[in-house]
């Protein structure tokens, strides 16, 4: 087999980075091109061997070179940039040898947000990536990231085959270079530190699906084996989705779990007890982007990865329970610094 060549966009992010190290730990003989801003001198000594193109991800012309001159691209820098995966797509169209793009994605698409009232509530629906796949597909252009979703998975034709990986909220620490702590649980702490309380919307018994950072790179490197087997048993194109969510949290009682993580601290008083929020009250949280904090720790996002346990995904990491306390820990230490 001739050595693959490998883009990736995001490569310093949360994800992308660890995606990296897991897809490079995998499979050591592939020649990674990595798509940065700036390159750093941490960067370059974690991985002398990976060349570096400049750019953002309005820089089209660079995206496009590198997508076409790759086997394989691994998208994962803003997944809502029209101009990068449009780029992307135009250098990979160019191609007369087959092609692969992996993108990320998030469970944002099925997010019950578009029909909230905002009262913290339960929902029964557990999004299915196999029994509900053309839902997923017809789901409104209004929903998180579907419109370009919906681009990456009607690209997939015969030469250039095309897989959407969709993990819900992540947790855990990531050993890369670049960014390495998730957002949900580090901005909740920020949060819940200034206002000297843990809180949760409404009832809180709203569920988060969630993902340990280990589990979703599994997921990469089993597509980019896949990828690397000329497309493998792999699905791709309109079928090629696949959520990586391996367990869920009810946020009321992720809310009792950091008050009581909190006091132990001592950043929380002693006698803390988690409060119910308003709608306004949370929503005013990131007054830069309304919506953001409701979505976050106020909607249902539940799913089960059919698809990628088909594949012989098999989550493995720590609970999400289990690995909250050093999240919340590191999170808290980088608030004090």
């Given at each position: 087999?001739?050595?693959?060549?490998?883009?990736?966009?995001?490569?310093?992010?949360?994800?992308?980075?660890?995606?990296?190290?897991?897809?490079?730990?995998?499979?050591?003989?592939?020649?990674?091109?990595?798509?940065?801003?700036?390159?750093?001198?941490?960067?370059?000594?974690?991985?002398?061997?990976?060349?570096?193109?400049?750019?953002?991800?309005?820089?089209?012309?660079?995206?496009?070179?590198?997508?076409?001159?790759?086997?394989?691209?691994?998208?994962?820098?803003?997944?809502?940039?029209?101009?990068?995966?449009?780029?992307?797509?135009?250098?990979?169209?160019?191609?007369?040898?087959?092609?692969?793009?992996?993108?990320?994605?998030?469970?944002?698409?099925?997010?019950?947000?578009?029909?909230?009232?905002?009262?913290?509530k339960y929902n029964p629906h557990v999004w299915n990536d196999v029994e509900e796949i053309h839902e997923i597909y017809d789901l409104p252009d209004s929903a998180k990231h579907h419109v370009i979703d919906k681009e990456i998975m009607n690209a997939s034709n015969g030469l250039l085959k095309t897989a959407c990986i969709c993990p819900p909220d992540i947790y855990g620490q990531s050993s890369a270079v670049g960014t390495r702590a998730t957002f949900l649980v580090p901005e909740y702490v920020r949060v819940a530190m200034e206002n000297k309380e843990a809180f949760y919307l409404g009832k809180g018994e709203n569920m988060r699906a969630v993902t340990y950072i280990d589990d979703v790179v599994d997921l990469f490197v089993i597509l980019v084996g896949q990828a690397l087997q000329g497309g493998g048993s792999a699905q791709w194109g309109r079928e090629g989705f696949y959520f990586a969510v391996s367990g869920e949290a009810k946020w009321i009682d992720a809310a009792e779990a950091v008050n009581r993580i909190g006091i132990r601290q001592g950043w929380l008083p002693a006698e803390s007890k988690p409060v119910s929020w308003t709608e306004a009250q949370v929503n005013a949280i990131f007054p830069h982007m309304p919506g953001m904090a409701l979505y976050l720790w106020g909607s249902n996002s539940r799913a089960e990865s059919v698809r990628a346990r088909n594949l012989g995904w098999k989550p493995h990491g720590p609970s999400f329970w289990g690995s909250l306390e050093e999240d919340v820990s590191i999170a808290v230490a980088k608030l004090r610094k």
């Open positions: 087999m001739s050595t693959k060549k490998l883009f990736i966009t995001g490569a310093t992010g949360y994800i992308g980075g660890s995606a990296l190290e897991g897809i490079l730990k995998q499979f050591p003989n592939i020649r990674a091109t990595a798509l940065l801003r700036s390159s750093s001198a941490e960067f370059k000594a974690r991985y002398p061997n990976i060349e570096i193109v400049l750019g953002d991800f309005d820089a089209f012309e660079v995206i496009e070179k590198s997508a076409e001159d790759a086997d394989i691209v691994i998208h994962t820098g803003d997944s809502d940039h029209p101009g990068c995966a449009a780029a992307i797509l135009s250098g990979l169209q160019k191609k007369a040898m087959p092609s692969f793009l992996i993108h990320l994605t998030g469970t944002g698409c099925i997010s019950d947000e578009r029909e909230q009232t905002w009262e913290g």
